[in-house]
């Protein structure tokens, strides 16, 4: 167990609906990020809060949003829905955006859009 | 920009048999590397880790060195057993700048039978 709690394990939608990720960072964590995981795209870099700030922006389509609240849980926030969004989204959180910190995943959110 | 290239899957092993698993790395800096692993319907766990040049990253029998001179981590094992089939993952966190997010190179299947 990483610390990092996500929820939904599991999320079945609609094209066109919208979904809300949720994330609870490692007790101490201040950082956290999100990655999509694709068969054909492998591990993309979403983006990443520090502190309730926003601190780097990856593949993230404008169609999708995230915050960092100040009890620094987040949520991803995925709207207008199409087949191809259905991935695992992850959460990872850290201690600081040092580099050589250790980043710790959650299992992930499978989800499933048809 | 930064880039992680892994060997091609899937890696297909007999027990007790000796493991490499490649991996190169393109960054400005001097970037921390990893290696995690994903089992079957889990999560990403950090395997090992090494922050600076020459050093030996190691846990649960396997090791990577980090080769500054060959922009090099690659991952090995002595003794593969069934257990360790699984996704492995090489990554890099870039030196210096606002995030220190993982890039990710595309996952090597390894499956050891027994």
């Known amino acids: 167990d990483s610390g990092v709690t996500q929820t939904p394990k599991h999320l079945i939608t609609a094209t066109g609906q919208r979904v809300t990720l949720r994330c609870s960072p490692r007790?101490?964590?201040?950082?956290v990020y999100w990655y999509q995981q694709s068969l054909d795209q492998g591990l993309q870099f979403l983006i990443q809060y520090y502190n309730g700030e926003e601190r780097a922006k990856g593949n993230i389509l404008e169609r999708f949003s995230a915050q960092q609240f100040p009890d620094l849980h987040s949520e991803l926030n995925l709207s207008s829905l199409e087949l191809g969004d259905s991935a695992l989204y992850f959460c990872?959180?850290?201690?600081?955006?040092?580099?050589?910190?250790?980043?710790?995943f959650g299992e992930g959110s499978w989800l499933t859009v048809v | 920009g930064d880039s992680v290239t892994q060997m091609e899957g899937p890696v297909t092993l007999s027990e007790e048999a000796f493991l490499t698993i490649n991996c190169t790395y393109t960054?400005?800096?001097?970037?921390?590397l990893f290696w995690y692993v994903q089992y079957p319907g889990e999560g990403l766990q950090l395997l090992l880790k090494a922050t600076k040049a020459d050093d030996k990253g190691s846990n649960k029998g396997f090791e990577a060195t980090y080769r500054k001179e060959t922009t090099s981590f690659h991952l090995e094992k002595g003794s593969v057993q069934v257990s360790d089939s699984a996704v492995y993952f090489c990554?890099?966190?870039?030196?210096?700048?606002?995030?220190?997010?993982?890039?990710f190179g595309t996952g090597t299947l390894l499956a050891v039978q027994p």
């Open positions: 990872a959180s850290s201690v600081s955006r040092a580099a050589g910190n250790t980043i710790y």
């Open positions: 960054a400005t800096g001097y970037p921390s």
């Open positions: 007790s101490g964590d201040l950082s």
């Open positions: 990554a890099l966190s870039a030196y210096g700048g606002a995030t220190n997010k993982l890039i």
